[in-house]
């Protein structure tokens, strides 16, 4: 009899489980869905969303874990201050003073008059090549570098891999520019006209402009685009018996080919300005830098001015790369308060012609050199290394005669040169105690 009661018990709970159901499901699918459904989201979206904000916070924390880490490391690499070095490599060089050695794909090219030899970041030798020149120059654009043998007639292309060509010009070479696929241009002196031309790597030729001093002008400097496109010109010609100067541009793509024969796109006549010096600081953007000014050109396909930087002092130095142009001018304000002791004043601008950093210069150097992010004087014994931003990296007083002093791939490694042979040196920190 308990049994009986016991199963029917069982089977009514079951009865009121399943009308239960049917209730619950009728929620669902029946009139009230709507009403169950706001009902389902208020009951777990509270737990979803807390979820998701966890989630958003812990990858939020995560993100300036990461961003804190880069500026510590960004502030300890460049805003160092080292005082000592330590040698990695020494070697001895016969007549080391007159070795130029000019930045190289991350790396050096080094180079006189017996030949040329491409050094790694680690100061070993990738290649070597000889030749016999009186006066080389060299100009280096992505993987090429150009040799040019000045008031010479021979011109070697090189790149990473070692020599590509070597032309003879048919007259004295005073000028060479070379773009990042190894096509070249020379200034060539002729007996009544001079010469622009413009070759491939291999030393064809691909086009030659004429210019003669009473029409043109002489030309004095000139530069290619990295993409070997487009190329600038700075003249000298008589206006009477005035010397003035003039700057011209040239387009050997497309556009230049259906503007005219000559292929140029724009020139400017300066008064009261000579410009000694073009250059490309990227494949758009051209700073001809003057006695007394210098001006920033943009040249997509014709030339446009973009910015005009007077100069009130006489300027010793320039320097450029692909973000900032330098320029390192007289100290005027020297004055008892300094007693003296910073001869020159480094002044940086960007390509929009706005000065960024302005740093009293406090020895009187010989050399200077920019690289991507640092600027590096030397003279006599002394060196003083700046980043573009004015911070004083390195400065140490050495115990023979520095000629030169060659920032190389790595941002502590430079290559130190004497008279008597250089040395690969790391730079370091050392304390008083040590």
């Known amino acids: 009899m308990k049994k009986e009661e016991s199963n ?14 049917g209730k619950k499901g009728s929620r669902f699918w029946g009139k009230d869905r709507k009403e169950a459904t706001q009902e389902y989201k208020e009951e777990n979206g509270e737990q979803l969303s807390q979820v998701h ?20 490391v960004y502030v300890i690499v460049f805003n160092s201050n080292y005082n000592s070095y330590e040698v990695v490599e020494e070697t001895s060089v016969k007549n080391a003073s007159v070795v130029d050695y000019i930045l190289y794909q991350k790396s050096l090219l080094k180079y006189s008059k017996d030949g040329a030899t491409y050094i790694d970041e680690k ?15 060299a100009d280096v654009c992505g993987e090429y570098a150009a040799i040019a043998d000045l008031n010479g ?6 790149n990473t891999e070692g020599k590509v060509s070597s032309t003879t010009m048919p007259y004295k070479v005073s000028d060479v520019a070379v773009a990042s696929q190894g096509t070249f241009a020379v200034i060539l002196e002729g007996e009544r006209e001079n010469f622009i031309n413009l070759y491939d790597k291999n030393g064809e030729q691909i086009s030659e402009i004429q210019t003669t001093i009473d029409k043109s002008g002489y030309p004095m400097d000139i530069d290619l685009s990295e993409n070997g496109e487009k190329l600038f010109s700075s003249y000298l010609y008589l206006d009477g018996a005035e010397a003035k100067n003039g700057l011209a541009a040239y387009n ?16 400017y006549q300066l008064d009261n300005m000579i410009v000694p010096k073009v250059e490309f600081l990227d494949d758009n953007t051209i700073c001809a830098f003057g006695d007394n000014q210098f001006i920033i050109y943009s040249m997509r396909q014709k030339p446009s001015e973009k910015a005009r930087i007077e100069l009130e002092s006489e300027v010793r130095s320039v320097i450029f790369n692909a973000n900032y142009i330098g320029i390192v001018i007289q100290n005027d304000n020297k004055n008892e308060d300094n007693n003296g002791n910073a001869p020159y004043i480094l002044e940086l601008y960007n390509t929009s012609g706005r000065k960024v950093m302005s740093k009293e210069i406090d020895f009187y150097y010989e050399n200077v050199r920019m690289s991507d992010d640092e600027i590096v004087f030397t003279g006599g014994t002394e060196c003083r290394i700046y980043t573009v931003k004015g911070q004083l990296k390195f400065a140490y007083t050495f115990q023979k005669n520095v000629t030169d002093m060659v920032p190389t791939g790595y941002s ?7 008279d008597s042979g250089s040395e690969l040196i790391r730079l370091k920190h050392e304390s008083e105690k040590e």
């Open 53 to 72: 904000m966890k989630r958003i916070r812990q990858a939020v924390m995560a993100l300036i874990a990461v961003i804190l880490f880069m500026v510590v």
């Open 123 to 137: 100061g070993g030798e990738v290649w070597n090549e000889t030749f016999a020149m009186k006066m080389p120059t």
């Open 252 to 267: 050997f793509g497309v556009v230049g080919q259906m503007e005219n024969a000559d292929r140029l796109m724009g020139g």
């Open 412 to 418: 502590r490694r430079y290559i130190v040169i004497y």
């Open 8 to 21: 029917q018990n069982e089977l009514n709970h079951n009865e009121t489980k399943q009308s239960n159901a």
């Open 153 to 158: 007639n021979d011109v070697y292309i090189f």
